[in-house]
Every structure is written in structure tokens, then in C-alpha cells.
């Protein structure tokens, strides 16, 4: 298990982005598995950023933990609080025009990863659990 922490600031992404990505390459897996959770880790942390944090100064608390195949990163802040199971399914279907703003990062993250869990914890701020399961290469 490793842990940084970050500045909450949107020139901090590059460098965790690079962090995550060194855990899922430390964890054996492949590139699009890799991608996937350096996007997925980029989107959450762009939105504790914008939205919890709303320009404010912070930090946000970055672990990675491989076990069983299995790699999860944790983010943890102390900004406002989002749970991210209260954002509706965006709309795909309509023009894009017609689609109401926001809600497609919660989606990707979602799609992207195997599992997405929040908590937020008295005194010790919101934890976003991403899990990636690792698959075996044939």
C-alpha cells in the first residue's frame, strides 16, 4: 500500500495520474486496464477539485492498494461532500444539444472501473474507493 498526498489543484493531475498509473503498472496490468484507471482516477480527482473543494485550497489523499488481483485507489478530501450514487444516469441518446450538462464523469468513472464506492466518515472526510480487478492475459 502506498499513499501521497496531493495539493487539490488541477496542476497536480499529471503527477497523480502518473502515480496510479505506476500502481496499475506495479500490479502487472495490461495498458487499456492502466488507461482505464488513470482516467478514472483523473475524472474524480478533476471533480473533488472543482466541486468539493470549489477552488478553495486542499489536498486529496492518494493510496493505492494491490491484493487478489485486485487494485484499488483511494481518495480521500475534506472539501464538500458528492456522492456520486445521487447523479442520474446521463442521457446518451438525445442530441447533444439537448443533454442536460453534467453527470458523463460519474458515468465514465463507472464504466471504466469494476466498482465505485463512497463514503463520507465523521471528522475524516469523503472516501472514493475505485476497484479495478486485474484480468489475466491469454
Known sequence: MR???FPASFEQLDAIREFVGQAARDAEMSETEICAVQMAVDEACSNIIEHAYHG?????????DFRDETLTIIL????????PDSV?????TSNLEDRQVGGL???????LMDEVRYEQRA???????????????T
Open 88 to 92: 442520474p444516469q446521463p442521457d446518451l
Open 105 to 111: 464523469g460519474v458515468y465514465l468513472m463507472r464504466h
Open 123 to 137: 471528522g475524516a472526510g469523503n472516501v472514493l474507493f475505485l476497484v479495478k480487478r486485474r484480468r489475466r492475459q
Open 3 to 5: 499513499t501521497l498526498v
Open 56 to 64: 478553495r485550497t486542499g489536498e486529496i489523499e492518494v493510496t493505492s
Open 76 to 83: 480521500r478530501d475534506h472539501g464538500d461532500s458528492f456522492d
